[in-house]
């Protein structure tokens, strides 16, 4: 544990009176950057053209919470393209680019920001980014801009997001992006962004802030700071700073694994394959030895400064266990050599016998969990082609001419002479282009809990406590590369008598395609040995809710998850149905 003053990690308002400045918050800060490409008369960047991204995120659910908004010394064109005021987060759970031009809110601050880009005449200190962010006033300007309360925004409950912003021309149209933006938008235009605004877009920009420790799914970016990153390395871990508000702060858990997959499950593994250019010509091929198999992907192609997510889909073992998988790397790149997969049962944890005499006087109900959630994914596969150049290569040769006379005299005479020729030929020194196709997956899911139809007093949505519930999950996965994504392939459901822990049901699956559906597993407490959950006897009036949770669809770019609930009302218990009468 590590005593913290309460600081703060973000670009915003200084309020327009002088007073003094105090640190209110824990910075979580880092940045980088290299020298600069000269541009283009269409795509180019000023240095000093720059700012920040403030979004204030919920600790618990990672949401957003209140404004989002953009701050910066300059003033931006009138016309500028720009995509709204997204946070990072919002991207990375699912959010697509929505282009926009003109109407762009900004706010200039009373007290300039610092340099946020680096380029190669004019770096930004970090040093200066901290200071600034890192002043109650500015804190407090934010919480007013964002609709907060002050005190509420640093009770520890929440956090605050920063991202850095890029004015640039690209195309001689004018652009405000962040880094993830600039991601986002360069996969849709075939890495065209990168090709002409790299050492911005993808150098700059995204270096300009990063994490130094693991927080909100983000990790501490150990990667180069001063060359090209890929566009999935921004996407997943550039170009974002936190600032968190707690008395304390834990120093974060070293995760042994890299992986946590269910047995008897098919799940995916992925490396990021980088280094150099691979091509037709230089091809890159991937190999993953997995429980003594050997997958092998051939053909992975990358254009020079970029990377390719590369993936295997394989089938778990039927019991736990730590599986070491190997990947190597043949033809150049490089990627991670060694994967760890922590391999579990959830199957197991069924809970207890239900008696009549059961009771728990104490029980109050509470909050329902919330699982790690991701409901879609996004990922892609670099195409190459060939772009020709036809170009004439010389190949001058003398052509020898001999010419024989005899004068007026009789006389024999020989001349020999040349001339040049070329017999040169037509060449391709063409070179090799990309393509980038992306692919996304999303989930979606629906949960119905339904009272056991043979409980004698059941209504459609009611039942007396001590009875059973019937419960079906029913899961559905979209995307635009089936060979490449499972169905959502396990659920478990918690039940809030347990407050939502100790004891859960592991459901039974049957999957079609890439449709899922799942229910309760026959209860070997029931007398008709029916797939039930029998409500404790003891359970108050009022809402009945179970939670589950549904994972393991996977895709290359990680395990996409849901929280699912549904209710049922308890109205009495199942005493009231048994009538006792003396024997005559």
């Not at 170009?391 to 005899?406: A, G, I, S």
């Amino acid at each position: 544990m590590k005593r913290i003053l309460a600081l703060i990690l973000s670009a915003v308002l200084m309020l327009s009176i002088s007073v003094p400045a105090y640190a209110t918050g824990d910075e979580n800060i880092d940045g980088g950057g290299g020298n600069m490409g000269s541009g283009t008369s269409t795509s180019y960047w000023n240095p000093g053209m720059d700012g920040v991204r403030v979004s204030v995120i919920n600790v618990d659910s990672h949401a957003v919470v209140g404004n989002v908004i953009d701050l910066t010394n300059k003033t931006p064109a009138s016309g500028v393209i720009h995509f709204g005021k997204v946070s990072k987060l919002s991207y990375n759970a699912g959010r697509s680019l929505s282009p926009v031009v003109g109407n762009y809110s900004y706010i200039n601050p009373s007290q300039s920001l610092p340099r946020i880009i680096s380029s190669g005449s004019y770096p930004a200190s970090i040093d200066a980014i901290r200071s600034y962010f890192t002043d109650e006033q500015v804190i407090r300007a934010i919480a007013g801009y964002v609709g907060m309360d002050f005190d509420t925004l640093i009770c520890g409950d929440y956090k605050i997001v920063i991202e850095p912003i890029a004015y640039l021309v690209y195309n001689g149209a004018n652009y405000a992006m962040t880094a993830t933006e600039a991601a986002l938008y360069d996969q849709v235009v075939d890495g065209n962004l990168r090709y002409w605004m790299g050492s911005l877009t993808h150098q700059n920009l995204p270096l300009a802030i990063f994490l130094e420790e693991a927080d909100l799914g983000y990790p501490a970016w150990s990667g180069s700071t001063t060359s090209k990153v890929s566009n999935e390395q921004i996407i997943s871990s550039l170009g974002i700073g936190i600032v968190r508000f707690n008395d304390e702060v834990e120093e974060p858990e070293v995760d042994e694994f890299d992986y946590e997959y269910r047995v008897d499950t098919d799940v995916i593994t992925s490396v990021e394959v980088s280094g150099g250019q691979s091509d037709p010509d230089n091809p890159v091929t991937v190999q993953f030895v997995i429980e003594g198999s050997t997958y092998t992907i051939s053909n992975v192609y990358y254009p020079d400064g970029d990377s390719q997510l590369v993936w295997v889909k394989w089938h778990t073992p039927d019991e736990p266990c730590v599986c070491t998988i190997q990947v190597r790397v043949l033809g150049g790149g490089t990627a991670q050599s060694t994967i760890t997969a922590n391999i579990v049962d959830l199957d197991g944890n069924d809970p207890p016998n239900p008696v009549a005499d059961d009771r728990n006087d104490t029980f109050t109900l509470v909050d329902i969990p919330e699982k790690e959630e991701v409901s879609s994914a996004s990922w892609g596969i670099w195409s190459p082609w060939w772009q020709e150049n036809w170009m004439w290569v010389e190949n001058w040769e003398k052509c020898w001419h001999t010419d024989r006379w005899t004068d007026s005299e009789g006389k024999s005479h020989t001349d020999r002479w040349y001339h040049w020729v070329d017999n040169g030929w037509w060449e391709d020194q063409g070179w090799w282009e990309f393509d980038y196709n992306a692919y996304t997956a999303s989930l979606t899911a629906t949960m119905v809990i339904t009272p056991d139809s043979l409980s004698p007093t059941v209504s459609s949505s009611t039942l007396k406590s001590g009875y059973g519930i019937q419960q079906s999950v029913t899961a559905s996965v979209s995307t635009t590369q089936s060979a490449a994504v499972t169905a959502a392939q396990n659920a478990v459901t918690y039940f809030p008598e347990f407050n939502y822990e100790g004891f859960w049901r592991l459901l039974n699956r049957s999957i079609s395609g890439k449709r899922s559906t799942f229910t309760f597993k026959d209860n070997p407490y029931s007398t008709y040995n029916r797939p039930t959950h029998f409500t404790p006897i003891w359970y108050p009036d009022g809402s009945y809710t179970p939670y589950t949770w549904l994972l393991d669809c996977w895709t290359p770019a990680g395990m996409l998850s849901l929280n699912l609930t549904d209710s049922v009302r308890i109205s009495g218990d199942l005493w009231e149905d048994w009538h006792i009468a003396p024997t005559n």
